[in-house]
């Protein structure tokens, strides 16, 4: 794929730069994420910071344009970008993970500790019980 900024908007007032651009490419058209991947790359930018927002193909021809924004912080993305319901979904199903995740984790030390201190438990009671002795 090789990628042409044609143009380059400092919007300092939504924190992000507007980017337009030419791409040519063989094949089927590129990803939005391969895309946001290789304008990251170009700007030095972070590749969660990209947003493709259109990608126009030209008919009967490997070229396409496309428009996107490169924003400066997570805060200033949060803050502009709206959230479909198809993202909320994703973001709400990696949260449940995440929470699963932690649980299972937490389960897991509490185990250990639980059979940490059974073997406690039960190497004390060995030692405390009298050995009996036979007399002869």
């Known amino acids: 794929m090789d990628l042409t900024i044609t143009n380059q908007f400092d919007n300092s007032l939504l924190g992000r730069i507007d980017i337009t651009g030419d791409i040519s490419y063989t094949g ?23 947003i493709v927002k259109q990608i126009a193909t030209k008919f009967s021809t490997q070229t396409a344009v496309f428009k996107a924004v490169s924003y400066k ?57 009298p050995t009996e002795e036979k007399s002869e």
């Open 73 to 129: 912080d997570e805060t200033s993305r949060a803050k502009f970008e709206v959230m479909t319901k198809h993202l909320k979904k994703q973001a709400e199903k990696l949260a449940k993970e995440l929470a699963e995740k932690k649980e299972a984790e937490a389960e897991a030390k509490q185990k250990a500790a639980d059979e940490a201190k059974a073997a406690k438990e039960a190497a004390a009671a060995e030692k405390s019980t």
């Open 28 to 50: 089927a058209t590129p990803s939005n994420n391969e895309l946001a991947a290789e304008i990251a790359k170009k700007i030095g930018s972070k590749q969660e910071f990209v």
